[in-house]
């Protein structure tokens, strides 16, 4: 037979309905970005970052193993200061002067003890160490001094990594 339907509501239109379910999913989709957004863009961006850290790093052991004790010491200063980039680049700064970028992450990662002071003197050590090896016609750099700036870079991309996964839960 006939059936009748009497409805006790009355539904928004089609056109008022779509509107509502799209502003809904964007409240929605911007609660979740708010919420994912510290780390999960922080996780992102690190795995773009590790790349160009690490590659100096590497290029340094080649260079040391060649004996090419300057130009080694020049490339482990360069991961040293694409991983400080990197950390600074997930807090949303950039700096165009290495002098800028070193003082801030002293600043905000050093003295607050985020990582630890002795690993900011070996920073410090490593951006004069650098300069004199591309600057310093007479410098006279050794193998003792490079194997110091590699395990300088590799521990700071390594504790830079190890924040940034623990900061991302």
Same mark, same amino acid.
């Given at each position: 037979?006939?059936?009748?339907?009497?409805?006790?509501?009355?539904?928004?239109?089609?056109?008022?309905?779509?509107?509502?379910?799209?502003?809904?999913?964007?409240?929605?989709?911007?609660?979740?970005?708010?919420?994912?957004?510290?780390?999960?863009?922080?996780?992102?961006?690190?795995?773009?970052?590790? &790349?160009?850290?690490?590659? +100096?790093?590497?290029?340094?052991?080649?260079?040391?193993? !060649?004996? /090419?004790? #300057?130009? %080694?010491?020049?490339?482990?200063?360069?991961?040293?200061?694409?991983?400080?980039?990197?950390?600074?680049?997930?807090?949303?700064?950039?700096?165009?002067?290495?002098?800028?970028?070193?003082?801030?992450?002293?600043?905000?990662?050093? &003295?607050?003890?985020?990582? +630890?002071?002795?690993?900011?003197?070996?920073?410090?050590? !490593?951006? /004069?160490? #650098?300069? %004199?090896?591309?600057?310093?016609?007479?410098?006279?750099?050794?193998?003792?001094?490079?194997?110091?700036?590699?395990?300088?870079?590799?521990?700071?991309?390594?504790?830079?990594?190890?924040?940034?996964?623990?900061?991302?839960?």
């Amino acid at each position: 037979g006939t059936h009748i339907i009497t409805m006790k509501y009355q539904t928004p239109g089609l056109k008022t309905g779509a509107v509502l379910s799209i502003l809904i999913a964007g409240i929605l989709g911007i609660l979740w970005y708010i919420s994912r957004r510290k780390m999960g863009i922080s996780g992102r961006l690190w795995h773009l970052w590790r &790349k160009p850290c690490k590659t +100096p790093v590497k290029s340094a052991k080649i260079l040391l193993d !060649a004996g /090419e004790c #300057r130009g %080694a010491n020049n490339r482990a200063y360069y991961g040293i200061y694409h991983a400080i980039s990197a950390i600074h680049a997930l807090d949303g700064n950039a700096y165009k002067r290495h002098k800028d970028a070193l003082a801030n992450f002293n600043k905000n990662y050093i &003295k607050t003890e985020i990582f +630890p002071r002795i690993l900011g003197r070996k920073i410090a050590e !490593a951006e /004069e160490i #650098r300069h %004199a090896s591309d600057y310093d016609d007479f410098y006279i750099a050794t193998r003792e001094e490079v194997e110091e700036q590699i395990d300088t870079a590799v521990e700071l991309v390594e504790k830079i990594e190890e924040y940034v996964l623990k900061e991302m839960g």
